[in-house]
């Protein structure tokens, strides 16, 4: 009895094991794909606050930036991912990181000597060819959380972990500060 006990756990464990609910600073949270990245920084929490706060700025697809007690929460819209700037071709990459444009949410909170992203609830919209005579293009629209994780939504695909790498590289220098990290007194 003992033995099949024993067994048991191990057939468990290795298939549980094959199971990804977290990946690069993805991971499956509350029913949604969230990904988190901190990004150290040596400036005291002042400096830090008005660099963020020129990033985002600076950027065309940050919409709604609202200042809060811990830093920032705002929207993405119009975002795009650089295929061909992380060395990824067309044939090998699903069209909706090449052509598609995404929205989503963000918090970043200032830190001391460091600042922490969190973007959450993306979207996708993605144009579609269509086989009609026409040959007009439709939009595909869908939630992140349905591409990228199996039916139940509790697990990702492991097909779609090389696309969720492309998608964390890019999310990581989209919200990098462009300046070199600097020391305020």
């Given at each position: 009895?003992?033995?099949?006990?024993?067994?048991?756990?191990?057939?468990?464990?290795?298939?549980?094991?094959?199971?990804?609910?977290?990946?690069?600073?993805?991971?499956?949270?509350?029913?949604?794909?969230?990904?988190?990245?901190?990004?150290?920084?040596?400036?005291?929490?002042?400096?830090?606050?008005?660099?963020?706060?020129?990033?985002?700025?600076?950027?065309?697809?940050?919409?709604?930036?609202?200042?809060?007690?811990?830093?920032?929460?705002?929207?993405?819209?119009?975002?795009?991912?650089?295929?061909?700037?992380?060395?990824?071709?067309?044939?090998?990459?699903?069209?909706?990181?090449?052509?598609?444009?995404?929205?989503?949410?963000?918090?970043?909170?200032?830190?001391?000597?460091?600042?922490?992203?969190?973007?959450?609830?993306?979207?996708?919209?993605?144009?579609?060819?269509?086989?009609?005579?026409?040959?007009?293009?439709?939009?595909?629209?869908?939630?992140?959380?349905?591409?990228?994780?199996?039916?139940?939504?509790?697990?990702?695909?492991?097909?779609?972990?090389s696309n969720l790498s492309l998608?964390?590289?890019?999310?990581?220098?989209?919200?990098?500060?462009?300046?070199?990290?600097?020391?305020?007194?």
């Amino acid at each position: 009895m003992m033995i099949r006990l024993v067994v048991l756990l191990c057939c468990f464990c290795f298939c549980a094991n094959g199971q990804v609910k977290k990946y690069d600073q993805f991971e499956l949270k509350e029913g949604d794909v969230v990904w988190k990245n901190s990004y150290p920084h040596f400036a005291n929490r002042d400096s830090l606050r008005a660099a963020v706060v020129q990033m985002l700025k600076s950027k065309f697809y940050t919409f709604n930036v609202i200042r809060n007690e811990v830093g920032y929460n705002g929207e993405l819209r119009h975002y795009k991912v650089d295929c061909k700037g992380y060395g990824r071709n067309y044939l090998n990459t699903p069209r909706m990181y090449w052509e598609g444009e995404w929205t989503g949410k963000f918090i970043v909170e200032i830190k001391e000597n460091e600042y922490v992203v969190t973007v959450y609830a993306l979207y996708y919209e993605s144009p579609k060819p269509s086989t009609d005579y026409y040959r007009t293009e439709k939009q595909v629209k869908g939630r992140y959380l349905d591409a990228v994780t199996k039916k139940d939504r509790s697990f990702f695909l492991k097909r779609e972990l090389s696309n969720l790498s492309l998608m964390n590289l890019s999310l990581k220098d989209a919200f990098k500060l462009s300046s070199t990290p600097y020391i305020n007194n």
